[in-house]
């Protein structure tokens, strides 16, 4: 079955303690990315990536580190995480649709609180 | 840079009325049009898009929206809500050509469809 998988889906965890949220897909997609979802925010990209090794910074991407060292994974790392990180987060992988449009699926999400 | 705005942030409809979400989005560029359901606790899931050609798109679940070009509008309708529809829905845009293939989203409308 195709999907993006997350882990672990939630989490509650102290200010400062490093962590890291992965994030897999089995579709042999190019372009993955992460997103955080907050109330009346809708998502916001955090970081994404092209291919493996090549990354870069979406619109929130302050608190947050990731990498891209084969082409299935993307994990998200919180270096020093703070209450204002405390939120939903969703993986996605993109399929790449007529033109220079992208189709994303998206990840069950990972709940994270910092306390 | 884009931007969407979903005019209703809850929405309270009766079981088997019709239902009408409102997305408008500004943009210098051309863009690509999509909305995503979130039901309860789960990840987002495609409901359609709008890449180009004919300006009413149908999609899943009995779902349609249609592309107003001139009023940069992209509303989402379906003529008879089931109580399975409950849940949030969320418009996106994304840049025709854009690097990293970014989502911007709205910040979402609830739909609580009651018996």
């Known amino acids: 079955e195709a999907q993006v998988t997350q882990n672990p889906r939630y989490l509650i965890t102290v200010t400062g303690k490093k962590l890291t949220v992965t994030c897999s897909q089995n579709?042999?997609?190019?372009?993955m990315s992460w997103y955080r979802q907050d109330p009346g925010l809708g998502l916001r990209q955090i970081y994404y990536?092209?291919?493996?090794?090549?990354?870069d910074k979406g619109d929130v991407p302050e608190g947050y580190k990731v990498s891209r060292k084969e082409k299935r994974n993307f994990p998200l790392i919180l270096e020093s995480p703070s209450p204002n990180q405390t939120s939903l987060y969703f993986c996605?992988?993109?399929?790449?649709?007529?033109?220079?449009?992208?189709?994303?699926?998206f990840g069950p999400g990972t709940r994270l609180t910092v306390t | 840079a884009q931007s969407v705005t979903q005019l209703d942030s809850q929405v309270p409809v009766f079981e088997e009325a019709p239902v009408e979400l409102r997305c408008n989005y500004s943009?210098?560029?051309?863009?690509?049009l999509f909305w995503y359901v979130q039901y309860p606790n789960q990840g987002l899931q495609l409901l359609l898009k709008?890449?180009?050609?004919?300006?009413l798109v149908k999609g899943i679940n009995g779902f349609e929206a249609e592309f107003n070009k001139s009023q940069t509008s992209f509303h989402l309708r379906k003529p008879s809500v089931h109580i399975s529809d409950t849940a949030e829905y969320f418009c996106?845009?994304?840049?025709?050509?854009?690097?990293?293939?970014?989502?911007?989203f709205g910040g979402g409308t609830r739909v609580l469809v009651k018996p």
């Open positions: 996605a992988s993109s399929l790449r649709l007529a033109g220079s449009s992208y189709e994303q699926y």
């Open positions: 579709m042999n997609h190019e372009y």
């Open positions: 990536s092209m291919n493996v090794e090549v990354t």
């Open positions: 943009s210098s560029v051309s863009v690509y």
């Open positions: 709008y890449l180009s050609g004919s300006t």
């Open positions: 996106a845009v994304s840049r025709w050509g854009a690097a990293g293939n970014k989502l911007t």
